[in-house]
């Protein structure tokens, strides 16, 4: 599953007019669902499969305890060095394509910072609980979370 999810994604290199977006939504996301379902499965098993043990390594966890400062950060960093109008001002032009392995690695070593020093911060935490409280309490009903 695991290959005919990724396989699915090279549809939009073959002579065909293949949409992105119906790709993914109609090829991709079943079967990558399908996938990470048989994963799951299978790390509850006694003797789970190279993949899922793979995928439960500590390096691989890592990785994805840093996946959501990555998505936040990646674009804004992203535009520090390709955006024309941006690079042009800061940099003389947008970076070249060989520049890509440093901005893969700025942005990995950000959304590590980001990920420990602001993402598992306990007062971080404390805060966004009592943000949550208070907005929580002004749509109280609106939910339809009370009878």
């Known amino acids: 599953m695991f290959l005919a999810a990724y396989a699915s994604l090279?549809?939009?290199?073959?002579?065909?007019d293949f949409n992105d977006a119906i790709i993914r939504g109609v090829l991709f996301v079943p079967l990558f669902t399908k996938f990470l379902?048989?994963?799951h499965r299978d790390a509850l098993t006694a003797n789970p499969a190279p993949i899922t043990k793979f995928f439960g390594s500590k390096p691989m966890a890592t990785l994805g305890s840093i996946a959501f400062p990555m998505f936040?950060?990646?674009g804004?960093?992203?535009q520090i060095f390709y955006k024309k109008v941006l690079a042009?001002?800061?940099w003389?032009?947008?970076?070249?394509?060989?520049?890509f392995p440093i901005y893969l690695a700025i942005c990995l070593g950000m959304s590590h910072l980001t990920n420990e020093y602001f993402v598992k911060n306990k007062k971080v935490g404390a805060i966004a609980g009592k943000v949550a409280q208070v907005l929580a309490s002004w749509t109280?009903?609106?939910l339809?979370?009370?009878?």
């Open 37 to 39: 379902t048989q994963m």
């Open 10 to 16: 090279g549809l939009r290199l073959t002579q065909f």
């Open 92 to 99: 003389g032009g947008p970076m070249s394509t060989r520049f």
């Open 140 to 142: 109280e009903g609106m």
């Open 72 to 74: 936040i950060l990646h």
């Open 76 to 78: 804004p960093i992203g």
């Open 144 to 147: 339809r979370d009370r009878a």
């Open 88 to 90: 042009k001002k800061l």
